[in-house]
């Protein structure tokens, strides 16, 4: 039987409530599959992992061991999202990572980009859209807020001259 307050206890789950409290941004829930790079290219670990919910400025990640995390390391998510990262924390198998700096780009995301760049110039604004969606806008929040803000003003545009 257990004593003491409810008010006192700490189960697991309020260990987690209290952990999200601490963030800075909220976090939204996902479940993808990503790889943690430590190490220079000589000495270098891969992890595979779980990113169970992420933000603008970091995730948590799920990594079915326990491991010890370097300070900072890259995260590589399956989709091509890729980022330096810092660990926060780390309870048993998962971890709190926090972004640093901007989204890094692989040199196929760059040639991606440069492709959908020009079949925007060759086929308009509509068929580039359509391909930026297929890949998910590179999960780049800067590439998708860019990519809707000018189809909302080539939609304006359209109304205003078909009338």
């Not at 479940?31 to 670990?45: L, W, Y």
Request: hydrophobic content about 45%; glycine content about 8%.
């Amino acid at each position: 039987m257990r004593t003491g307050s409810p008010a006192l206890r700490r189960e697991p789950a309020d260990t987690h409530f209290a952990l999200a409290e601490r963030r800075q941004t909220p976090r939204q829930p996902v479940i993808k599959s990503a790889k943690i790079i430590t190490g220079p290219d000589v000495n270098q670990g891969i992890y595979n992992c779980l990113v169970l919910d992420e933000s603008p400025t970091g995730v948590l990640v799920d990594l079915g061991a326990i491991f010890g995390l370097p300070e900072e390391m890259s995260l590589h998510m399956t989709g091509g999202a890729s980022y330096k990262a810092r660990r926060c924390w780390a309870v048993g198998t998962k971890a709190g990572l926090a972004f640093i700096g901007s989204q890094m780009l692989s040199a196929d995301t760059v040639e991606k980009l440069a492709q959908l760049g020009r079949m925007m110039q060759a086929q308009g604004l509509p068929a580039t859209m359509a391909a930026l969606r297929a890949q998910r806008f590179f999960d780049s929040a800067e590439v998708r807020h860019a990519a809707e803000t000018a189809e909302a003003a080539y939609l304006r545009l359209e109304a205003a001259l078909i009338g």
